[in-house]
């Protein structure tokens, strides 16, 4: 791992952004992609998709070629489906849910009801087994 991490280029700093500690509540937008800004310059408006019907997509779906490709799309967690255009509002909505730091108090109690009730039966097992 140490050798991997010494051959390859160190990150920017534009690419740093909310990954520290001290980081993680910045406010700025972190910079889009050139990916990100692609899919914009091409899709100026919304574009409506054609979905294919359940019988066209069953009956190419086992031919060789297709399992082949179906395979290696499910595999690597791909699609052929051209990708839905998201305006930038919906775009920002998501970046904001996905980026937020904000969590639930139950959930919290949860996990640390389970976490202490696992510590318990690992201590009751080594204790009883070791």
Same mark, same amino acid.
């Given at each position: 791992?140490?050798?991997?991490?010494?051959?390859?280029?160190?990150?920017?700093?534009?690419?740093?952004?909310?990954? *520290? %500690? %001290?980081?993680?509540?910045?406010?700025?937008e972190p910079e889009l992609t050139d990916d990100e800004n692609e899919t914009e310059a091409t899709?100026?408006?919304?574009?409506? &998709?054609?979905?294919?019907?359940?019988?066209?997509?069953?009956?190419?779906?086992?031919?060789?070629?297709?399992?082949?490709?179906?395979?290696?799309? %499910?595999?690597?967690?791909?699609?052929?489906?051209?990708?839905?255009? &998201?305006?930038?509002?919906?775009?920002?909505?998501?970046?904001r849910k996905l980026t937020s730091l904000e969590h639930n108090s139950k959930w919290g109690r949860?996990?640390?009801?389970?976490?202490?009730?696992?510590? *318990?039966? *690992?201590?009751?097992?080594?204790?009883?087994?070791?």
């Amino acid at each position: 791992m140490v050798v991997v991490s010494l051959f390859t280029q160190p990150r920017p700093e534009n690419k740093l952004f909310r990954v *520290t %500690w %001290w980081t993680r509540h910045a406010v700025p937008e972190p910079e889009l992609t050139d990916d990100e800004n692609e899919t914009e310059a091409t899709h100026p408006g919304q574009m409506e &998709i054609q979905e294919p019907t359940q019988n066209d997509e069953a009956s190419s779906r086992f031919s060789c070629t297709n399992l082949s490709r179906y395979m290696r799309n %499910w595999l690597c967690g791909t699609s052929d489906q051209p990708e839905k255009y &998201i305006s930038p509002e919906e775009k920002a909505e998501i970046r904001r849910k996905l980026t937020s730091l904000e969590h639930n108090s139950k959930w919290g109690r949860v996990l640390n009801v389970s976490a202490v009730a696992l510590a *318990t039966a *690992t201590a009751f097992l080594l204790g009883y087994f070791g």
